[in-house]
């Protein structure tokens, strides 16, 4: 099975999860229930189930060229996890394209957005 | 509502049939066939006549049923409103998705502002979904004299032309979060439409439609498209945008649903 997000932890508090692959559908369609889907799963078991309480996870979208709705239910998924654990959610480096859909959605009302890995993992170490 | 006139669509679930419609049983193809005339029935086929106003609707499915939304209000206060939504994903469940909201929308008091309306009915449909789902949506409504109200949840504003061609600035800083996730406040704008100025209010499935080579067909060129055919009849500038994104794909398979709702102040 190929990966479809690589997760680093920077710190004990803080996961960088990176997207691999600027098509992630696969792994994104092929269940109906997003906690059920290869790409939460991965995220899952990547980043979100070992961050301890108050942890951040940043997601770095750099390679991302397709942005479809369920996507945007897998962030909302990670948010629902990540408010659990009283956690943020941090997202970079949105190409136009996503910034676009992720934008209308209201995401920027939801997501701490940041134009650079380096500014979220600055503002996640503050 | 009086119906406008507008000629139903031939066969707006002309999207493409799931494999247990084709190579299904026959029960299984008869539920398929059922949903899809069920959904149909529930969904209205042509835009209403609306005093002071012309309006045009078209919708395809990428699936045999949408998991867009579209319905049309008469409100307490007298004036129609209009709500376009999409559900996330496509196909059945989507189509439950729309499913809900239409229950909510037809049954409970929510008609009020539309940042209101948008507010109320999302409490409700949060309580009602799974927390992996939502429905992005703009509630609008049409007053007399071209007093125009909406509130956006995740949904793009309308496009508004006027009667010089001149496009107005797409704004999303009132556009608030998707249905279904935090119920939270949004924002009504208020705009005054001149007569012969136009709205376009449509899903994401019509500019994010790709061709076969990956491209989007893009809002540039739906704005572009739009401004540019102040002459042309509403309803074929709404029918002129479905062949192009259409003609755009060049084969490819819509991957969304999607439904235009052209809008012109006549009055």
Sequence with gaps: ?126 | MPPTGQEPPPNPGSGRWPSPFNSGSAEDKSGWAKLCNLQRRILPQIAPAVSGYRLFLAYRPAFVVTGDYHDFFRRPDGNTATFLGDGSGHGPAASMLMAIMRTILHTHDVHHDPGSTLERAGALFHRLIPSDLFMTGIYLVLAPGGRIQWAAAGHHPPLWVNRRGRLSAVDLAPVGSVLGFDPGPYETVSWNLEIDDRLLLFTDGLWDARSKVGEPYGRQRLKEYFAGTLDTPLADVVNGILARVTAHLAGAEFEDDFTILGIERTA
């Design chain 1, 1 to 126: 099975m190929t990966a479809n997000v690589i997760c680093e932890a920077l710190t004990e508090h803080i996961c960088i999860a990176r997207f691999l692959r600027p098509d992630v559908r696969p792994a994104l369609y092929d269940q109906e229930a997003i906690p059920d889907t290869l790409m939460y799963k991965e995220l899952n078991a990547g980043a979100i189930a070992g961050l301890p309480e108050g942890g951040i996870l940043i997601l770095n979208f750099g390679l991302i060229d397709w942005f479809p709705t369920a996507f945007y239910r897998v962030l909302i998924q990670i948010l629902h996890d990540m408010r659990a654990k009283h956690g943020r959610v941090l997202v970079c480096c949105l190409p136009p394209i996503v910034k676009e859909g992720f934008d209308l959605m209201g995401g920027p009302k939801l997501f701490e957005v940041h134009s650079t890995e380096a500014r979220a993992i600055a503002s996640a170490s503050k």
